[in-house]
């Protein structure tokens, strides 16, 4: 740790990396740069992938640095301030719970993060018989939680309307909008509601970016882009009548997957400030030190899961190895680590065009265990069965030594029911593993442990604190787990071939984000101009070498509606470029490579080639 050290800190974080300098991907927004000490992320090991993400993880908890550019971070007098003036304004929420409303809202992750948040603090509310007063919204509905909607995060109109109608009624409304990128338009769409309807809401939005480096092109349809909006709110500040909590946590070890770091922050950040009001309620008043307090125990968590680090790198490597023979990862987790291994599982889908069969997530009592508003989905089809009986009526029938089985639970969880679906899992694969999370005195019996060859254990100390305080060990478990699952299928994709450098470059381009992400890795990568790499990008979508009138005519949503229909577009554009080659070539290339990186690599290295700006910058 370096720079002006101010708190007492749990684990080491290392040193900042270069990102931090004036200059470093100056065009790019903190979560989309790449992050330096991950560049080689695609060489690495197991063992290396789940250190450098674990290095990644720690910055959240690094401190501002008055030598380097100025960016406040999480434990940073401003950033605290504003979560203790945050903290009080829910406090008025909770006194008033008939007419008065907390509600999160995101897209992807953060909307999953929404959902689960919100039914934690309502489950705390519940508990000292109180009126529950949190709810969320989540882009494309409830379908979002089991899978990738992303093409809703584009409608700012969506936004607003939903939120005007789960505020129907209500006087007073603290909405905390998540964006990590603060890039979504539907959060967009929704603050700027707020913004008009002032003397209801009272908006705040989290991320993970300046302000000056929020999403500024025009949103499709609207009239403002999001950077517009995040300047409009931020005026709000000093008359307290609007927040923004953006502490740059640094750029994700797989660029752009706010998923991971902007997921993890997210959860920090605004589990700290919540549990800090229902304290506070008690009439505990919200201080620095209540705050600190609690941002250390997620500081220890991260001490805590890093401790397996040896398990999960095996774990990782089990995972990819399924995966290459085409094999699955089912994750089974109890009570919410359920709803943690669903999240995780269903952004493989849009990170690295899994198929939404590779990696899937289950759930103890499937729908019912996660209170969504539309309750069970399971009719919808397949892909929405994610209770344990699903998985086995359905899933486990087919289940060969080729899958990995992954259990998820507590060891205060139904252990007999534990045994007996590992004794099923066992008649099917060898390939089982458990992630078991014990408190200080706990121990997993011995007729358990024998059946499990592989065992990531986890034991968290006993926290003797009021029943609010209770609720950081819930937490600290979730965070630890999605530490771990982070860890574990981006690796496992890594090790696949879909990540080159540390750049994804196998996504699918479900949303304008998306499509502007594609064009910056395309330029990042081959170093060709923003307009020729645009050009490569639309011929590879529309397969076309030519590209009529009306194609270049077309907007953004037209093309990522397009986009819809094809698979390895991202690719395909690369290798078209560095090549200077036929769309059609590319593609066969590719589809004749062990693997997508191994595609990219090889065409780098043709002679002749223009050196990309990512290779002179950073090689
Ligand atoms: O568009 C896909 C995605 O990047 C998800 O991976 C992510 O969880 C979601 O968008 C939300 O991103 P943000 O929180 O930055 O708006």
Request: charged share 25%; net charge neutral.
């Amino acid at each position: 740790m370096r720079g002006t050290r101010k708190y007492q800190h749990v684990i080491e974080t290392p040193d900042p990396g270069k990102w931090e300098l004036a200059g470093y991907e100056e065009s790019l927004p903190i979560s989309e740069k790449s992050n330096p000490m991950t560049r080689e992320l695609d060489k690495a090991d197991p063992s290396q992938l789940v250190q450098l993400l674990r290095d990644c993880d720690a910055e959240i908890f690094q401190e501002e640095d008055e030598n380097l550019i100025h960016y406040h971070r999480l434990y940073s007098e401003s950033v605290l301030k504003t979560m203790g003036d945050v903290a009080k304004r829910v406090q008025e929420v909770l006194k008033n719970p008939d007419d008065s409303l907390v509600v999160l809202s995101g897209c992807g992750t953060s909307g999953r993060l929404a959902l689960l948040l919100a039914n934690s603090f309502n489950g705390l509310l519940k508990g000292l018989h109180k009126t529950p007063c949190y709810c969320y919204i989540m882009s494309g509905g409830d379908r979002s939680i089991v899978t990738s909607q992303e093409s809703s995060e584009d409608n700012p109109q969506l936004g607003a309307q939903e939120l005007e109608k789960v505020c129907e009624g209500k006087k007073n409304v603290l909405f905390i909008g998540i964006s990590c990128g603060l890039s979504a338009p539907f959060i967009a769409g929704q603050l700027d509601f707020c913004m008009r309807h002032l003397d209801v809401y009272l908006p705040v939005l989290v991320g993970f970016n300046p302000v000056s480096m929020a999403r500024n092109e025009r949103i499709e349809g609207w009239h403002s882009s999001f950077r517009q909006v995040a300047e409009r709110l931020q005026t709000l500040h000093d008359s307290q009548k609007g927040f923004i909590l953006n502490p740059a946590v640094g750029p994700e070890g797989v660029s752009g997957s706010s998923r991971m770091k902007g997921g993890s922050a997210t959860k920090i950040l605004l589990e700290t400030l919540l549990l800090v009001a229902h304290k506070a309620e008690s009439n505990v008043p919200v201080t620095e030190k209540c705050l600190l307090e609690i941002l250390r125990t997620y500081e220890r968590a991260h001490k805590v899961t890093y401790s397996q680090s040896k398990k999960i790198a095996a774990l990782m490597k089990q995972t990819a190895t399924s995966l290459q023979k085409k094999g699955h990862l089912y994750i089974l987790g109890w009570g919410t680590l359920g709803l943690v291994g669903i999240m995780d599982a269903v952004e493989c889908v849009p990170t690295y065009q899994a198929d939404w069969r590779d990696v899937r997530g289950f759930i103890t009592g499937g729908y019912h265990s996660i209170e969504n508003k539309e309750g069970d989905l399971s009719s919808l089809g397949p892909q929405f069965s994610i209770s344990h009986e699903d998985f086995v009526k359905n899933v486990l029938p087919s289940v060969s030594e080729t899958d990995t089985v992954l259990l998820i639970f507590t060891l205060d969880d139904d252990l007999n029911q534990i045994e007996k679906l590992v004794a099923l899992v066992k008649e099917k694969t060898s390939n089982i593993q458990v992630i078991c999370h014990a408190t200080a005195g706990q121990y997993l019996p011995n007729s358990l442990k024998k059946t499990i060859p592989s065992i990531i254990g986890l034991t968290w100390p006993i926290l003797f604190l009021e029943y609010e305080g209770a609720f950081i060990q819930k937490f600290q478990r979730e965070l630890s787990t999605k530490w771990i699952l982070d860890t574990v299928t981006s690796g496992a994709y890594t090790l696949r071939g879909k990540i080159f450098r540390n750049f994804m470059v196998d996504f699918k381009i479900n949303n304008s984000k998306l499509f502007h992400r594609a064009t910056s890795v395309l330029q990042r990568l081959t170093g060709q101009s923003h307009q020729r790499c645009t050009e490569v990008l639309l011929q590879s979508i529309y397969g076309e070498q030519t590209l009529s009138e009306q194609i270049r005519n077309t907007t953004i949503a037209g093309h990522v509606e397009a986009a819809a229909s094809q698979d390895k577009v991202l690719p395909v554009a690369i290798v078209s470029l560095l090549r200077s080659c036929t769309i059609q070539d590319s593609r066969s290339r590719i589809n004749s490579s062990l693997s997508i990186r191994s595609a990219i690599e090889s065409s780098m290295n043709v002679p002749g080639r223009k050196r990309g700006a990512e290779d002179s910058e950073s090689r």
